[in-house]
């Protein structure tokens, strides 16, 4: 059975970079659709990045566009989410999810059949 760990997570200010990564254990993402969404306190989870088996094809929530880039690593069974000129408003936990066989464009939740536990991420003003 497939498990995803997240890590990579912290209090950074603004401005600054974070790399986060997700580990799949228990079998081979690498045909297998990856996402990242976030959900900050008081709020709805919601869709961060999003990248098809090869990582050719990626999908960005307009709030993160030209800021956070995921890629990934088939090699490694690892996806990443770099994230740059972090906001506060960037503060949540972040979490990753695999579509098994997707298509690597869906930005809906219920695409997702499984997901990580989340890491947290703070950005400082």
């Known amino acids: 059975q497939v498990q995803l760990v997240e890590s990579g997570g912290g209090l950074v200010q603004a401005g600054g970079s974070l790399r986060l990564s997700c580990a799949a254990s228990g079998r081979t993402i690498r045909l297998d659709a990856m996402g990242w969404f976030r959900q900050a306190p008081g709020k709805e989870r919601e869709f961060v990045a999003a990248a098809g088996w090869s990582g050719d094809r990626t999908y960005y929530a307009d709030s993160v566009k030209g800021r956070f880039t995921i890629s990934r690593d088939n090699a490694k069974n690892t996806v990443y989410l770099q994230m740059s000129s972090l906001k506060p408003e960037d503060t949540a936990v972040y979490y990753c999810?695999?579509?098994?066989?997707?298509?690597?464009?869906?930005?809906?939740?219920?695409?997702?059949?499984?997901w990580g536990q989340g890491t947290q991420v703070t950005v400082s003003s």
């Open positions: 999810a695999v579509d098994f066989l997707g298509p690597g464009s869906s930005r809906r939740e219920d695409d997702y059949e499984l």
